[in-house]
């Protein structure tokens, strides 16, 4: 066992003037298995790469660990996977990897052919294994999940639950209480470590939070009597001064004493007051709010939006699927489910008038406005009021949106390409949610997304139950969000 000692630590990015983190200590059993959570561009990766030593920062960080990090930069994913092991770590046991690839299901045939070759999933797979064969080493697990759809989002949970060692960033809800003993949290004030999975933290943050807002209800009315308590100190002190001048008494001497007096008094009292409202006001901080999300969908003159009977897609000659039958009806929020590269995406293109080869019938309500978002953001640049208006949208309801997903308006004047990942997949949520439409079709709009943001999306779709078509891999967010599943 070692423990990592992080001791008022301060680090903010050259040029900027916001503190990512600001005088933040707690400490770390190299045994445990931490999930990481916040809100996106909180610090998560920020702080998973001062403890590889990217950044300098003031205070300190000790540990007698060495730290890997996930993922790993590969330069040519061209090469045989083999070789891109040994790149990364050439001192490994070939018996060893072979030993943790089949206890991720992972054929040893793909050790053979080239790395880009390999489909997201079994990259993700094959990194991770790579890591565990390592000894002595603290593992830092950055969103493993994104690329893994749900059968392999079970696997690798369960295969970090047999480890220990790590951190790990997820924001999958279910992933996460599968396979970690303790939270690493960065809050809106602080960084919290505390002992459970994520549920346990979560209902002992809320737990927190009601504490703390009937704390704040208190606190506010104590703020305002001593605002008011302030201000009649200075009322009776200008009276007395005010007395003075004009018809008073004959002995101004005394009663400029009296004032220069009362007015000390009242001085030294409003500081006093000052420096308690000041106290109960820095109380007031630690609170994560959820503001609710508006969504004015659009009602759909049929019953039916979307048919589909006895589809085929074919890709390159190949057909992935065939005779698949489905249907979207008015104000049903439907699962597109399926193993990665199984043509969930291909059906999506299909619907959006993408020159997909397929065999079968797809009927298409007349008139239909749709709205999406797809997986990939990087096309993502510019400003938000480029992007807005190029979007056609309300620059002023999407600014709003963002900022009820936890956007600080410091952000509105960055490029967006400079966002963090989490950051741009919530540009694309705050457009759809922008737009009036029939239908929501999105592609795994929650790749990098927090989980509060998560649950306000989940809350805001039970509540306006608009029509939807989704391909996720959250389990929690299938089981609370859909009405109905298509598996492929």
């Known amino acids: 066992m070692a423990l990592i000692h992080v001791s008022n630590l301060t680090f903010y990015y050259e040029g900027s003037y916001d503190f990512v983190f600001k005088d933040v200590s707690f400490k770390i059993d190299s045994n445990w298995k931490l999930g990481f959570v916040g809100r996106n561009g909180k610090g998560k990766t920020t702080f998973l790469k001062l403890l590889m030593g990217k950044y300098s920062y003031k205070g300190t960080i000790m540990s007698s660990l060495e730290f890997d990090y ?86 690798v949970s369960n295969y970090l639950k047999s480890k220990k060692g790590y951190i790990l960033v997820s924001h999958d809800k279910d992933f996460l209480d599968n396979c970690i003993n303790h939270v690493l949290s960065i809050n809106k004030a602080n960084i919290t470590v505390t002992k459970g999975n994520f549920s346990t933290w979560q209902e002992n943050k809320q737990r927190q939070d009601d504490f703390e807002l009937a704390q704040n209800k208190r606190l506010k009315k104590d703020i305002k009597r001593l605002d008011e308590a302030k201000k009649q100190t200075a009322s009776w002190s200008d009276k007395l001064e005010d007395t003075k001048i004009g018809n008073g008494p004959a002995d101004r001497g005394r009663i400029g004493h009296l004032a220069a ?46 048919r589909a009977n006895n589809l085929s897609i074919n890709y390159d000659e190949k057909t992935i699927f065939k005779n698949v039958n489905f249907s979207i009806k ?128 989940e809350k805001l779709i039970l509540r306006y139950k608009p029509t939807m078509l989704f391909v996720e891999h959250d389990s929690f967010f299938i089981k609370t969000i859909a009405c109905k599943i298509i598996s492929i």
């Open 70 to 155: 996930f993922p790993y930069n590969i330069k040519d994913k061209t090469k045989k996977t083999l070789d891109v092991i040994d790149n990364i770590n050439h001192e490994y046991e070939f018996w060893k990897l072979c030993r943790e690839l089949s206890l991720l299901k992972v054929s040893e045939d793909v050790l053979y052919q080239p790395y880009n070759s390999l489909s997201l999933g079994e990259q993700t797979k094959v990194m991770i294994a790579l890591m565990f064969i390592k000894e002595n080493n603290f593992l830092l697990i950055d969103e493993p999940t994104n690329h893994l759809d749900l059968e392999g989002r079970k696997l």
């Open 261 to 306: 007096k009362m007015m000390k008094r009242s001085k030294a009292t409003e500081f006093r007051q000052n420096r308690a409202i000041e106290e109960k006001t820095k109380l007031l901080k630690n609170i994560e709010t959820i503001d609710d999300i508006v969504l004015k969908p659009l009602k759909y003159h049929k019953e039916y939006l979307i």
């Open 330 to 457: 008015r104000g049903e929020q439907v699962a597109l489910t399926g193993a990665n590269g199984c043509g969930k995406t291909s059906i999506i293109k299909l619907i959006l008038g993408d020159n997909i080869s397929y065999d079968g019938i797809i009927n298409m309500g007349s008139n239909l406005c749709i709205s999406t978002i797809s997986q990939d953001t990087s096309w993502l640049k510019g400003d938000l009021k480029e992007f807005a208006v190029k979007n056609n949208i309300d620059e002023t309801l999407f600014k709003s949106m963002l900022r009820k997903l936890d956007f600080k308006r410091s952000q509105f004047d960055k490029d967006i390409s400079d966002f963090s990942e989490g950051q741009k997949k919530k540009v694309l949520v705050a457009k759809s949610l922008s737009e009036q439409a029939h239908i929501y079709i999105w592609d795994e709009p929650l790749n990098y997304i927090d989980i509060l943001s998560r649950l306000q999306i």
